[in-house]
């Protein structure tokens, strides 16, 4: 408890620093007229940018005092460089840029790195594990990236998955998953609490790469906890994050079908989408995010001890309802 209480002090007075340093040099977002009508531009002011560093700092102090304190597996000490270097990734794409295809090239190194040496999906072969579990963390690092695309939406949506997978841990008796969840939650709580809408601050590619591997690595280490039987491992963990799965999915598809390119980033977002439909109002946009991914929570937290017809079936009711959701949604284009 002492060091979640200290991960989200530690975001909170990072991220005032950061802010206020931000400011000073002019790293900043200004307001871009050409992409937004007046009336409708969620951002109509200069805003601090370099977020992520604070939610990095914090997280990488609390995963020391953890691994000092033993309360996490020296895996996580072999993790923390890897987090680390997709960090510093996304802060070079930050200050200087980098083309999509050097980011996905380091993202699969960091990725397969992951898998060959520290940690990869449980009950499965190794021929499939380790193909899974790469592509598995490369997607999730991308989709909380790309989910990184309004006020609140996607600090909200880690803070949930991550105190859904902390409860997930104590369910299945894999105490460094609750563990590492709770920091993660804590640090993206705090840093929602500056991001919510109207944001004072974003977080940056520094912070969306960080905070996407590092669930990415809590969504495989939960695969390894205590469950009924093998479906249960493979599926609850994709549940858990629920709404990143949904996301990517949908904007993958709307660029297949409209022969669009996959790597280049446009607003065709289930949160631009949520927004577009309730009148521009990025809260009602993200409530309902939130209320899909408390709901995906529940649904995994339920399959972990259900039997395997009974996981099957909370599987195949999300994705109907994710299915239904597309349909609402694809037709709603955002301007």
């Not at 093998?230 to 598809?253: N, Q, R, Y």
């Amino acid at each position: 408890m002492k060091v979640l209480v200290l991960t989200l002090v530690v975001t909170l007075v990072a991220l005032i620093g950061v802010r206020k340093w931000a400011l000073r040099v002019g790293w900043v977002y200004r307001p871009q007229p050409d992409r937004w009508q007046p009336k409708s531009n969620p951002h109509p002011r200069t805003i601090a940018l370099g977020g992520g560093l604070g939610i990095l700092a914090a997280v990488t102090l609390a995963l020391l005092i953890s691994l000092w304190q033993g309360n996490l597996s020296p895996l996580w000490a072999w993790t923390m460089p890897l987090a680390l270097a997709i960090a510093l990734l996304g802060l070079l794409d930050d200050l200087r840029g980098c083309s999509a295809h050097q980011k996905l090239l380091a993202q699969v190194v960091i990725a397969l790195t992951t898998t060959l040496g520290i940690t990869r999906l449980a009950a499965l072969p190794d021929s499939i594990s380790v193909p899974l579990t790469t592509l598995s963390l490369v997607a999730l690092i991308n989709a909380v990236n790309m989910m990184d695309n309004m006020d609140g939406t996607a600090s909200g949506l880690v803070t949930l998955s991550s105190l859904g997978f902390a409860a997930l841990g104590i369910l299945t008796d894999n105490p460094p998953v609750t563990t590492v969840s709770l920091i993660l939650a804590a640090s993206s709580f705090g840093f929602w609490l500056f991001n919510k809408p109207p944001a004072s601050i974003f977080m940056g590619d520094v912070g969306s790469l960080f905070l996407g591997y590092l669930l990415g690595v809590v969504a495989v280490t939960a695969s390894q906890g205590r469950y009924p039987h093998a479906f249960a491992a493979i599926f609850v963990p994709a549940l858990m994050v629920g709404c990143f799965v949904a996301d990517i999915t949908f904007v993958t598809l709307w660029r297949l079908t409209h022969r669009l390119p996959l790597m280049k980033g446009d607003r065709n977002h289930l949160s631009h989408r949520l927004a577009v439909r309730f009148g521009g109002s990025e809260w009602r946009a993200n409530l309902v995010l939130y209320g899909l991914q408390l709901a995906f929570c529940g649904a995994a937290l339920l399959a972990a001890i259900a039997p395997p017809l009974g996981t099957l079936t909370i599987v195949g009711v999300a994705l109907l309802v994710l299915a239904t959701l597309f349909l609402c949604l694809w037709q709603v284009v955002p301007n």
